[in-house]
């Protein structure tokens, strides 16, 4: 059975930074692209960062230059690092794998002052 957990979300003000994690266990992440959504208060689902197995790396233009995807294929974990965020990315952030059904319940990312 796969299990998709993220952490590290939370309460930061506009400005601050976030580091979040996504845990996967039941499959190897290593042949898979990871993606990273979010779904703001409008309950539109948006695509905030993608990572190849290769290693590249696509952001769409909202979140460029402010969030960072990465992965460690040994420990089966994708990351996503923001910085400078802004009350815009208050939102529910999601781990998927590519292509599969799993995701996971998501993590919440509240900015406010």
């Known amino acids: 059975q796969v299990h998709v957990v993220e952490s590290g979300g939370g309460r930061v003000q506009p400005g601050g930074s976030l580091r979040l994690s996504c845990s996967v266990s039941g499959i190897s992440i290593r042949p898979y692209t990871m993606n990273w959504y979010r779904r703001g208060p409008g309950g539109q689902r948006t695509l905030v960062a993608q990572?190849?197995?290769?290693?590249?790396?696509f952001h769409p233009d909202s979140v460029k230059d402010r969030f960072a995807i990465s992965r460690d294929d040994a420990k089966n974990m994708v990351y996503l690092q923001m910085f400078n965020l802004d009350y815009a990315d208050t939102a529910l952030y999601h781990c998927?794998?590519?292509?599969?059904?799993?995701w996971g319940q998501g993590i919440q990312v509240t900015v406010s002052s």
């Open positions: 998927a794998v590519d292509g599969e059904p799993y």
């Open positions: 990572i190849t197995p290769r290693g590249s790396i």
